[in-house]
């Protein structure tokens, strides 16, 4: 069992910057790929963006390339979400997961969520 703990959602201007982090606990991630979703109000949850079991490849949707970054911190058992230029648009809650390797990146696939983040952000 993991259990995935987000934090460092808040309100913040259009422009600015956020970092989610996840503190991963109960078993290491070291066998999982990593990710963050994202759902906003009245859409569905949609994969944001993704790093290897080995940290050596990261992965993004289209609309966040360039203004997100991915990164992971193993001795740490964290995950964290660098949001820079942030538009009202990436409003939505963050949910970290912890998805099965070999598979795509949907969330059909993630074997473990966290409770979500809420991201505001205001124009």
């Known amino acids: 069992q993991v259990q995935l703990v987000e934090s460092g959602g808040g309100l913040v201007q259009a422009g600015g910057s956020l970092r989610l982090s996840c503190a991963a606990s109960g078993r290491t991630f070291s066998g999982y790929k990593m990710g963050w979703f994202r759902q906003a109000p009245g859409k569905e949850r949609e994969f944001v963006a993704g790093i290897t079991t080995g940290g050596d490849s990261t992965y993004y949707t289209d609309s966040v390339k360039g203004r997100f970054t991915i990164s992971g911190d193993n001795a740490r058992n964290t995950v964290y979400l660098q949001m820079n230029t942030l538009i009202p648009a990436d409003t939505a809650i963050y949910y970290c997961?912890?998805?099965?390797?070999?598979?795509?990146?949907?969330?059909?696939?993630?074997?473990?969520w966290g409770k979500g983040a809420l991201v505001t952000v205001s124009s």
């Open positions: 997961a912890a998805s099965r390797p070999g598979f795509p990146w949907t969330k059909n696939y993630v074997a473990y």
